[in-house]
């Protein structure tokens, strides 16, 4: 099936190992030019080698999602080097796994900064451009916390996801008018650094497929999302877990 993401240009955030770099992966192969950013210089940079095995185009920027004028360092760089952004997928986040009276106003900030704030200044950086272009795509990278509340996370990592969700809500009806959509996709427990094996095989229990899913199952989904095929989805949020809320 082709994706029409032949020619497109794409701007993926944590991409340095996980989810993100398997969604920049997956992207490449499409025939997508990716620009991977991670505040992991040398895991982006080896990332951005593995894209470019593909045949695309593939950069490393190294940059600091929540800080306002990396973000707007960074998106420059991209366009410098590649052209234009048609799309962004806002994955880098931050778990924190900790009790209520742990959770610190440092440790809130910190949470909501990377997870939410980070998506806001990128996509308010690149929003306009694709509008004015009349085609663009945003996907951001919530999690099932985000709809349920903290099942293993904390509540400012759960509050922070929910808050993505209703970002790409409002997004959603800024573009959507103008060609560009914004949608999200809520995965459970993934195989990623986020978590051990033991956690994750802890989990599977209540997992009614019985595993803990792959960073490629999420990218998979991305990709869809980031299609030509997708044009007639946008506010929505794709739940990748494995049946856990089937109930």
């Not at 973000?71 to 590649?82: G, I, K």
């Not at 880098?92 to 610190?104: H, R, Y």
């Amino acid at each position: 099936m082709d994706l029409g993401l032949q020619g497109k240009t794409a701007l993926i955030t944590g991409a340095a190992s996980g989810i993100g770099r398997a969604t920049a992966l997956s992207l490449a192969r499409e025939g997508a030019a990716v620009a991977l950013g991670d505040v992991d210089g040398d895991g982006v940079e080896a990332a951005a080698r593995e894209a470019r095995g593909t045949g695309r185009s593939a950069m490393a920027v190294r940059f600091d999602v929540s800080a306002e004028k990396e973000c707007a360092t960074a998106v420059q760089r991209v366009r410098d080097e590649l052209g234009r952004i048609d799309i962004l997928v806002n994955n880098a986040g931050t778990l924190s796994l900790c009790t209520i009276e742990e959770i610190s106003s440092t440790d809130w900030d910190r949470v909501f900064a990377t997870n939410v704030k980070g998506a806001f200044l990128l996509s308010q950086g690149i929003l306009p451009e694709m509008m004015e272009r009349r085609w663009g795509r945003i996907v951001n990278v919530s999690s099932m916390a985000g709809k349920v509340g903290g099942l293993v996370a904390g509540a400012h990592y759960s509050a922070s996801k929910a808050a993505l969700i209703c970002l790409t809500k409002s997004l959603a009806r800024v573009g959507a008018a103008s060609g560009v959509t914004v949608n999200a996709v809520a995965p459970a427990f993934i195989r990623t650094s986020m978590f051990t094996e033991e956690q994750l095989a802890a989990e599977a229990k209540r997992i009614p497929v019985g595993r803990a899913g792959e960073p490629e199952e999420v990218a998979d989904a991305v990709l869809f999302l980031a299609s030509e095929r997708a044009g007639f989805i946008t506010g929505e949020t794709i739940d990748i877990n494995g049946g856990m809320l089937m109930d």
